[in-house]
């Protein structure tokens, strides 16, 4: 037969358990529990006292952290120097620039051609022949200088007849 918790009577489900049913210490447990706290001496701890500039680091210390600080110093200049010479190779300036280079004619005679950074062959041809067909002017340009690669401050002989 199955009871439902409705046919229990509500006292039976708040009843406090039986003695029966309670666990009963042993005579061991009992005494211990019983027993006392005795509070265990703890010996005092000697006063600690540091050495006189014990705060202070060693020697060998204080040059390793000068060695470091002037390498970082060092590290920071040269990356600083390497920074400085991209921006200005960018903007076309640097240690090879001429005073005065974006500024200025830009051949030095009626028959030759000072090459400034940023020029190409195709660049100066069209300089040099503004309209019409500039290709051949490139190809004779190109073995004047031998298919070599341009160089600021080269002067390029300008071919005969245009």
Known sequence: MVALLSDIPAGCLSAPRPAALRPVPSEAEDKVA????????????????????????????????????????????????????????RIGGGPLTTTGATSGPRTVAAQAWVVRP??????????????????????????????APLYPGEVIQLPAGR
């Open 118 to 147: 940023g020029d190409t062959l195709w660049g100066i041809a069209e300089s040099i022949h503004p309209s019409g067909d500039v290709r051949p002017l490139v190809d004779r340009l190109s073995q004047e200088v031998g298919n």
């Open 34 to 89: 019983r027993r006392p706290a005795v509070p265990i001496p703890v010996p005092p701890r000697p006063a600690i006292s540091a050495p006189v500039g014990a705060d202070r680091p060693s020697r060998a210390t204080y040059l390793r952290r000068r060695m470091a600080a002037v390498g970082i110093v060092v590290l920071l200049l040269f990356l600083t120097a390497i920074a400085a010479d991209a921006a200005l190779a």
